[in-house]
């Protein structure tokens, strides 16, 4: 099996539904997070920050569900891994958690590109391509700003913005022709 499947037909208006979702939730997951970790990393933050790459592997069982594109489960199995990660992590502090985001944000920026270039015909996909090379290059930079002086987790709640909103400008896209896209 290869990591980039042809699309099912009829996959772009779930996997539409499916961005607007995504975009939804990263907005409110971001403004939490930023608001509970503004002047400490508590309990509530640590729930923050695995719940993201949780709601990212329940997200791309929906997508798997309605596309069955192959490169979607190593998302999967990527993302439970960084939520298992960034659980230990927590127990470490910011700097830890910021090591392992980088290193998830990293690897599943590589997948998101794979996968989004490979659905370049349904159309709509030039977001997630741009999206998936930015969590490459966010990624390194989270991980290398874990050794820096007062490391935050702020530019993990822009990241996530960031994301959401190129998944609502997918979702925009995904309802015109390919052609456009």
């Known amino acids: 099996m290869t990591i980039v499947d042809k699309p099912a037909a009829g ?3 779930p996997l539409r539904r ?6 939804g939730f ?10 509970t970790t503004k002047s400490h990393f508590g309990p509530l933050g640590v729930v923050l920050v695995v719940a993201y790459p949780l709601f990212d592997v329940a997200a791309a069982v929906a997508d798997v569900r309605s596309s069955r594109t192959a490169g979607l489960f190593v998302n999967i199995a990527i993302s439970l891994l960084a939520g298992i ?37 349904m159309g709509g996909q030039w977001p997630m391509i741009l999206s998936g090379g930015i969590s490459v290059l966010a990624g390194a930079n989270f991980v290398l700003s874990a050794g820096g002086p007062n490391p935050s987790l702020t530019a993990v709640a822009g990241y996530a913005v960031l994301g ?8 925009i896209r995904l309802g015109r022709a390919p052609s456009e896209s």
Request: hydrophobic share 70%.
């Open 11 to 13: 996959t772009a208006a």
């Open 18 to 23: 499916l961005y607007f979702v995504r975009f």
């Open 26 to 35: 990263a907005l409110v997951w971001a403004a939490l997070l930023f608001l």
């Open 85 to 121: 990660g960034l659980a230990i992590a927590s127990a470490s502090g910011v700097p830890a958690v910021l090591r392992v985001w980088g290193a998830w944000a990293v690897v599943a920026g590589l997948v998101q590109l794979i996968v989004a270039v490979g659905r370049r015909r």
């Open 164 to 171: 959401g909103i190129f998944f609502l400008v997918s979702a």
